[in-house]
């Protein structure tokens, strides 16, 4: 916090599922950082639902502070976590804040690969979404439609789908200005349902991708 320049932090969040220390003390301990005013709310990032939902039962049980976000791995391109950890999210009003919002950018544009730095070398890019290649392909050609059908770019068609199904916050990487400008009007860029269902229809599912 002193490197920080702050009494306090927003949010703090704790990475992944700790198998190797009680829920018990990860829970207590983040609950005393809130009581002691250094941190005003926790979250959590990707695990799997049932560990998310005993951390927040043991929280709850003991009267200590429950998490109030979810960082996970959800986009077009991966969405199984819709089949558990976002219903508990939902059912404890856990905002939902993912990272990876536009698959590491291939959501953003019609070819699967581009000459970007990050697509020739990021070895987990590749292990996250090449072995779904071709259905992927499918998906991305259907942004790339309702991008062209709309007048706007792909980034805005994608990040407006995230605000449809409830996110909060997708957490974005940019290095361009544009890409931030993006960002921006993807708040403002209501999907249909007739457009959420065509983005989603021809989704199918994936290998387990981010819990460990």
């Known amino acids: 916090m002193k490197r920080l320049q702050t009494d306090y932090l927003d949010l703090y969040q704790i990475h992944r599922f700790d198998y190797t220390t009680p829920i018990e003390e990860t829970m207590e301990a983040l609950d005393k950082l809130v009581k002691s005013g250094k941190v005003r709310a926790i979250g959590a990032s990707a695990m799997y639902g049932y560990q998310f939902h005993n951390m927040q039962i043991v929280a709850e049980k003991n009267g200590w502070t429950k998490f109030s976000t979810m960082q996970n791995h959800y986009n077009l391109l991966y969405r199984e976590d819709e089949r558990e950890l976002i219903p508990i999210c939902r059912q404890y009003n856990v905002s939902l804040i ?58 805005e068609i994608a990040l407006a789908w995230h605000y449809a199904k409830g996110v909060t916050a997708p957490i974005v990487g940019a290095t361009k200005v544009s890409h931030f400008n993006d960002a921006v009007r993807a708040v403002d860029r209501i999907l249909t349902d007739e457009n959420v269902t065509y983005l989603e229809e021809v989704y199918k599912p994936h290998r387990i991708v981010g819990a460990l």
């Open 98 to 155: 993912p990272y990876s919002s536009l698959a590491g950018g291939h959501l953003t544009h019609k070819n699967w690969n581009s000459d970007s730095k990050r697509s020739n070398t990021d070895k987990v890019l590749h292990d996250k979404y090449d072995k779904e290649q071709d259905n992927n392909l499918e998906i991305v050609s259907r942004v790339s439609e309702l991008a062209e059908k709309y007048g706007t770019t792909m980034t």
